[in-house]
C-alpha cells in the first residue's frame, strides 16, 4: 500500500527559494509517477509538474516553467520540488500524488494516491 508524505514547505519571503519533498512508504516508487499540485483558498487545485516513473519526461505549468524543478531520487524513494524566485501567488497547499502510469506521464485524472499536503506561504 502506497503511501506519501510531503515536507518542507514553509513561510518565505518573495523571491526565496524552498524545496518540497514527497517521500514514498515503501521501495517502488520508481513504479510510479508523480505529479505535484496546490490548492489556495477559494480556488481550484492545480498540477504544477510531474516527472514519468522514469525520470525521463517532466511537465510544468506555464506558472511554474523557469523557476521550478522536479526530480527523483529513486534510491531514496522521494521526488522533490524545488521552487526558486517564490512569489505571493505561489501560496497555497502543495500536494504530492503518484499514478500507476508508466513511462509516460499520466494525465490530470490518473493520480489515486495522494499525501496529505504541506503548507507554502509567500509573504514577506
Known amino acids: 500500500q502506497l503511501q506519501l508524505v510531503e515536507s518542507g514547505g514553509g513561510l518565505v519571503p518573495p523571491g526565496g527559494s524552498l524545496r518540497l519533498s514527497c517521500a514514498a512508504s515503501?521501495?517502488?516508487?520508481?513504479?510510479?509517477?508523480i505529479g505535484w499540485f496546490r490548492q489556495a483558498p477559494g480556488k481550484e487545485r492545480e498540477e504544477v509538474s510531474s516527472i514519468s516513473s522514469s525520470g525521463g519526461l517532466t511537465h510544468y505549468a506555464d506558472s511554474a516553467k523557469g523557476r521550478f524543478t522536479i526530480a527523483r531520487d529513486d534510491a531514496e524513494n522521494t521526488v522533490y520540488l524545488r521552487m526558486d524566485e517564490l512569489r505571493p501567488e505561489d501560496t497555497a497547499v502543495y500536494y504530492c500524488?503518484?499514478?500507476?502510469?508508466?513511462?509516460?506521464?499520466?494525465?490530470?485524472?490518473?493520480?489515486?494516491?495522494w499525501g496529505q499536503g504541506t503548507q507554502v506561504t509567500v509573504s514577506s
Open positions: 500524488a503518484a499514478s500507476p502510469r508508466r513511462w509516460t506521464l499520466p494525465r490530470s485524472d490518473e493520480y489515486n494516491v
Open positions: 515503501q521501495s517502488t516508487l520508481n513504479m510510479y509517477a
